[in-house]
């Protein structure tokens, strides 16, 4: 099954960025773009997409209104959406996502969290960034869970990229901090993920929130 898509964004070179991501899957359509608010309205109505990507920050109608108009139980029909935004702002995440948004995404998160988050929402699942998870756990719990541990340990350096992760940071931000290749990163990262028995970036935060691991990462829970 194809999963329309309306991009809504007000810089014109973002729009045609994630254009180029979702376009590279045989599954995504791109069915429009808008570059403001009220133009985003008027697009769902008129294109009815499955999922739109909306940023916060628009002219004449701000992101979040936007969701709570396309996902409120007024909405007709409803569509899905994922905020896609620079800012992780609290005055943005939980109004976001209690507007009834399918996701929240950073703009740094990359391609292949972008790409899942489409389709997770289609799925009636949700998707949010890894740093920005972290911070909800926290807000959440007040403290870490007990958690079993996994069955394989992870390694000095498994522990070091799950941090970075955790942070939101990319394959190549944490090459470049790490002074490794991108590669050998997505290598770490694949191990990672079947240690903890996670799916993806976000699964790896969430796990290593309830181990403990992130004690010593700004913003992560207190030992």
Known sequence: MTIRVLIADDQEMVRRGLRRILETQSDLQVVGEAADGLATIEAARTL????????????RMDGLEVV???????????VK?????????????????RGGASGFLLKRSGPALLIEAVRAAMAGDSLISPSVTVRLLQHVTGRRPDAAPPAEP??????????????????????????????????????????????????????????????????????
């Open 154 to 223: 992870l390694t000095a350096r498994e522990r070091e990229i799950t941090r970075e992760v955790a942070e939101g940071r990319t394959n190549a931000d944490i090459a470049a901090a790490l002074f490794i290749s991108p590669g050998t990163v997505k290598t770490h990262v694949a191990h990672i993920q079947r240690k903890l028995g996670v799916r993806n970036r976000v699964g790896i935060a969430m796990r290593a929130f309830e181990l403990g691991y992130l004690t010593d990462v700004p913003g992560g829970p207190a030992a």
């Open 48 to 59: 009815r997409p499955d999922v739109a990507l909306v940023d916060v920050r628009m002219p």
């Open 68 to 78: 709570r108009q396309l996902c409120g139980p007024a909405a007709d029909p409803p």
């Open 81 to 97: 959406v994922v905020v896609v935004t620079t800012f992780d702002l609290d005055e943005y995440v939980y109004p976001a996502l």
